[in-house]
């Protein structure tokens, strides 16, 4: 199946700062992505969905000027967390389909999840 | 997307089959059912999805009664890798090429423990 990869796999930042979060597909090209948040014990919640070279569309209840989405190209997807606090902390998945080749795929890959503490 | 109902919790002895029930009553006619499992601290693992036929493949079986208001998912040999959150997903899906997707909705899911 498809790869999805994220970078870094955790990350520790000081409230108040900013961390980014990359989201690559590796063997195929991916229109749409999307990001989840999953809190401890918790189901995953779906944030947002990026599309390549436009703007994100946010879930009910999801800051968009706090968590920054860009989707700059067919492979790449980026997620800013502005000015973290401590509740920002929880564990970040995303996850993408798209074409490869000249099929397009059904099943949603998932990448690994970055884990971001605020401290 | 249609709602899914799942125990919340199963175990099952190592070598065993595994059967992992889904009751998804009001699913629509363009509405697929999809299984992910997630193990600790991991990404979500796409195991197999239908629409009304069963289905396998290299992981597992899924089988979708004929009212198609539940399904369940089968590992046939468990293995203590096995061990992982298992959800269940109804999700509109329709052709290649100007597709429209639904978005994956997670629940609580199955959490199944396979013990020695």
């Given amino acids: ?119 | 997307d249609a709602k899914t109902t799942q125990p919340p919790s199963m175990d099952c002895a190592e070598g065993r089959a595994a059967n992992l029930p889904c009751n998804h009553s009001t699913i629509s006619g363009n509405e697929y059912v999809y299984w992910y499992r997630q193990i600790h601290s991991q990404g979500p693992q796409y195991i197999i999805h239908g629409l009304k036929n069963n289905e396998t493949n290299e992981m597992a079986s899924l089988i979708i009664t004929e009212d198609r208001k539940s399904s369940t998912l089968i590992l046939p040999h468990a293995t203590l890798r096995d061990t992982a959150v298992y959800y269940c997903i109804v999700r509109v899906a329709t052709g290649a090429g100007g597709t429209s997707y639904g978005k994956l909705t997670f629940g609580q899911g199955t959490i199944l423990t396979v013990h020695p």
Wanted: one cysteine or more; glycine letters at 6%; aromatic letters at 12%.
């Fill in chain 1, 1 to 119: 199946g498809a790869v999805v990869s994220q970078h870094p796999s955790w990350v520790i930042c000081k409230s108040g700062t900013s961390v980014k979060i990359e989201c690559r597909s590796l063997d195929f090209q991916a229109t749409t992505m999307f990001w989840y948040r999953q809190f401890p014990k918790q189901s995953l919640m779906l944030m947002a969905t990026s599309n390549e070279g436009s703007k994100a569309t946010y879930e009910q209840g999801v800051e968009k000027d706090k968590f920054l989405i860009n989707h700059a190209s067919l492979t790449l997807s980026t997620l800013t967390v502005t000015s973290a606090h401590p509740e920002d902390s929880s564990f970040y998945i995303c996850s993408a389909y798209g074409t490869s080749g000249t099929k397009s795929s059904y099943e949603q890959y998932f990448g690994p999840g970055t884990r971001l503490t605020v401290t």
